[in-house]
């Protein structure tokens, strides 16, 4: 699969922190987060801790443009300082984050094509292991790209 005519991936840049902001407050509201005050607060402590992430490399995002200019979707690889362990031998773990696609360009594979993008970005730099969290929408999406459910678990405190 590739993209559709006109579409085009390209990394983002700080220039782009305004978007990759807006984009996961839009992903956490469209997984039913209502509060608004809550998702501002939010946005507001992402957007500092994504502009230092991204001036230090250890956060990288792809963006797709849409054919009238606007960008259509969005993807974000954090590169997780990550301890030895039994499961990959790499110092670092990507952890694919925010990944969102404007409701009008759904069902496109723009999602497809950004975790390709995503994927081939890591084996290409040795990042042998990654990791997302799935919402119900992506879930199907992740595991026909071969992700795995694994035992993690949460305690909020």
């Given amino acids: 699969m590739s993209l559709p005519q006109g579409f085009a991936i390209h990394q983002a840049s700080t220039a782009d922190l305004d978007t990759l902001v807006f984009h996961r407050r839009a992903m956490f509201e469209d997984m039913g987060y209502a509060d608004k005050a809550s998702l501002d607060s939010m946005a507001a402590k992402f957007r500092s801790w994504l502009l230092a992430r991204m001036n230090s490399a250890d956060y990288l995002a792809w963006l797709v443009s849409a054919p009238d200019g606007s960008v259509a979707a969005g993807a974000g690889l954090w590169l997780m300082d990550w301890p ?10 990507g952890n694919i984050v925010n990944v969102y696609t404007a409701e009008s360009h759904r069902r496109l594979g723009l999602a497809r094509e950004l975790m390709t993008t995503l994927l081939v970005w890591c084996r290409a730099n040795r990042i042998d292991t990654v990791i997302l969290h799935a919402s119900p929408f992506g879930r199907g999406l992740y595991e026909s790209m071969g992700f795995q459910a694994t035992n993690e678990m949460r305690l909020s405190l």
């Fill in 84 to 93: 030895p362990h039994m499961i990959g031998t790499g110092t670092r773990r």
